[in-house]
Each structure stands twice: as C-alpha cells, then as structure tokens.
C-alpha cells in the first residue's frame, strides 16, 4: 500500500539543520548572558550584510517612483516578468556593452534576489547532472541541490554524498584546480564569499576551456564584482572567450548599492548556453529560463527597479564607488590588524571578507586550533563575532573570516582589539 496521507519532501530532511548561524547565534548569547559587562562592547563581524544607508540617489527615484504610482497616468500594476526595459538596458549596457562585451538586454533577467536565482536555476536543468562546488562554499549551492534531490545524504563533516567538492586551500591560492573528472555544473564564486579570493583571467579561461570540453555549465556568482580593485581581474565570466556558451552569470545590487533589505539581483542567460534534453538534443537553455520566470515570478516592483537603475547614474555610481571604498577601507584596517599578530591573512584586497588562518595551538604541536575554538577565543577575549571558517566546508576548518561590512569607527575598535589578543 502507498501513503495514507500527504507525504513531504524528503530530500529536505537530509539538510543539516542550518548549523552555522543558529551555532554563532547560540554561542553568542551564552557568552552575553554569562558575561553582561562585556555583551555591550560586542562587535560583529560575522554576518555579510552591508551597514551603510541605502544611496541617496536610489532614495530620490523610489520616492519618485512612489509618488508616480499615486497618479492614475503613473500608476504601475503587473510589470514585465523579466524587469522593465529601463532596467535591463541601463544594466547591459553599463555592466556588459560599455565594456566590449556582448550581452543582449534580453539576455537580462531582473529578480529579488541572486539567492533565490541560484536556487531557481535548477529548476531548468536536469537531475541527473553532477555538480561540483567549491570548499569553502558559500552554504546556498549545496543546500539548493540537496532540496532538489540532487545528493545522497550527509556525512560526519557536513559535505553530502553526490557532490563534488573542489578544495580551495593555500597551495592553490583558493582557486580550485581543475578536477579530473566531469562535472557537469560547476558553481564558481569570484570575489569568493568566505575566502575573498578573485580568480585571474588565465585561471577562468582554464574554467571555460574545461566547461565547453565538457559540456558543462558554469553558474558564475559574480555578487562581489564591484569590489575588485586589480584591472588585471575580470569582473564578468564573459571577458572570457567562449563564456557566452557555457557560463550564467549571478549578480546583485545588495552588495554594491546596499540593496540586501531592498532587493534587486539579475542573471545573465547567454541565448548561446545550450544543455542536452532527454532526446540527446542539444537546445539552448534561455526559453526554459524566460519560461519558468513567466510562469513563477511576476517581477520586482516597479519602485524597486527605479531605485536599482539610479545606480546607473553618474550620482549612483560615484554613491557605490564611495559605498565601495568605505568598506574596502575597513578591509584594509582589519587585514593589516590580523597580519600584525603574525596570522596569515588572504583576501580583503579585492573583496569584502578577510580569510584568516588560525594561529598554531598554544600547547605547541603542529595542529593548529579548529575554527570553533578560534571562534570562542576572539569572542572571549575581544568580543567579537567572527565567522568560522569550517562553516562553510571541510577545507575552511582552521580558518575564520572576518567581515568588513561595518561602521568605521567599528572596524577600527575591532582592529585594536584583535592587535591586543594574545595570539
Ligand atoms: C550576498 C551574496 C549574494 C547576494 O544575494 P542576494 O540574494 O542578491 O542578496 C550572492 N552570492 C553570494 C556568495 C553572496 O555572498
């Protein structure tokens, strides 16, 4: 006999039940109960949310926006389910034409998010593919994939059954090598949330060489891209050759215009990406995406894309240069404060995140201490919150990261503070 009644999704049971940010938050508030003098000095720079008012031009053309749709002429209902053509104009054309590079504004889709697209994106392709992540992860490709049924269970370490895990360490400069075996989606994170690594043109050109030897799909996560100060590091997949066939691009205005309350992201579907249907034909993936929005997303608001095409304008771009510098300027701070104690530090340069090595451990001996008691040492002796690195995969064990979203008067106090721990 079958079920008696509604059955549920399974594949969701196999999640690890959200264990990094309830663990901090648990951690954190023990320590703050436990010590009430010390919970008011709390800093945190653990979370990757901006802390910076939302850019004044943004502000202008939403209230605008707003006061348009008061009018009956103005008045704006259902938009078009891929964004308004002002939008994703203003985007190809500042984002991709303007610097040589091909993208049609069609090619464009306007969302509430690059975390609900990298989740959405599985719903047009098969379920038999192998994916390939990289570790350190950023938590949402797995998670995505384990609700899609696409991995078998967890093991001990929190890595799953089914997924390809590419190691990102010191010898390779948290750029993972190419791996022997096929996979047919590779998701690729430059700048990297955790390790705030950027991947050079010669090291994606290797990834698009192996994506069209393959067959596969690259899901590039370019949310960080404004943050890339080194001209010599490309900030799209597609000033790659041969990108436009095999790479969709992810980006977001949350990071860049302080946009993760506001939300607004888009992805880049290259009508020349093709996947293989059942029938061993190959077609291109870009109808089934412009399907799937039509059919499970009415838009984002017509204030919200108002508010995301003024930072096209000469005034929004010189708010998110400025918005950019701040943060990268508590980068900065908080680099140079880590690598004063003798820790070896790496991004922070490119991109908003400091991925730090925990120090040795104190009883001698060559292992040094695991994230989680990094973790509850700077939280002790600093209080401060940072992120550790294990969180986020097997290979970020012995690491945390450092976040420099923050006020800076914030991030200079927690400079001083990690320069007075005894390391
Ligand atoms: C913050 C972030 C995003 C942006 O997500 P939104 O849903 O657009 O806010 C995407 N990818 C990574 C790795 C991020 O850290």
Known sequence: MGPTMATLNSNYLKLKAGYLFPEIARRVKAFNEANPEASARMIRCGIGDVTEPLPLAVREAMHAAINE????????????????????TAIATNDYRNRGLDVADDEIFVSDGSKCDGGAILDILGDDNTIAVMDPVYPVYVDTNVMAGHTGDANEDGSYEGILYLECNEENGFVPALPEEKADIVYLCFPNNPTGAVASRVQLEAWVAYARKHGSILLYDAAYEA???????PRSIYEIPGARECAIEFRSFSKNGGFTGTRCAFTVVPKTVTALSADGVRRP????????????FNGVSYVTQQGAAALYTDQGKAEVASLVEHYMGNAKILREAAASCGLKVYGGENAPYIWVKGPPAVQGGP??????????RVLQEANIVVTPGSGFGRAGEGYFRISAFNSREKAIEAATRIKAMRW
């Open 367 to 376: 292992e040094g201490l695991t994230s989680w008691q990094i973790f509850d």
């Open 69 to 88: 749709m008061g009018t009956r002429e103005g008045f704006h209902g259902y938009g078009p389910e891929q964004g308004y053509e002002f939008l994703r």
């Open 227 to 233: 943050y890339i100060s080194d001209p010599s590091v």
């Open 285 to 296: 993936i870009h109808p089934l995406w412009h399907r799937r929005f039509t059919t499970k």
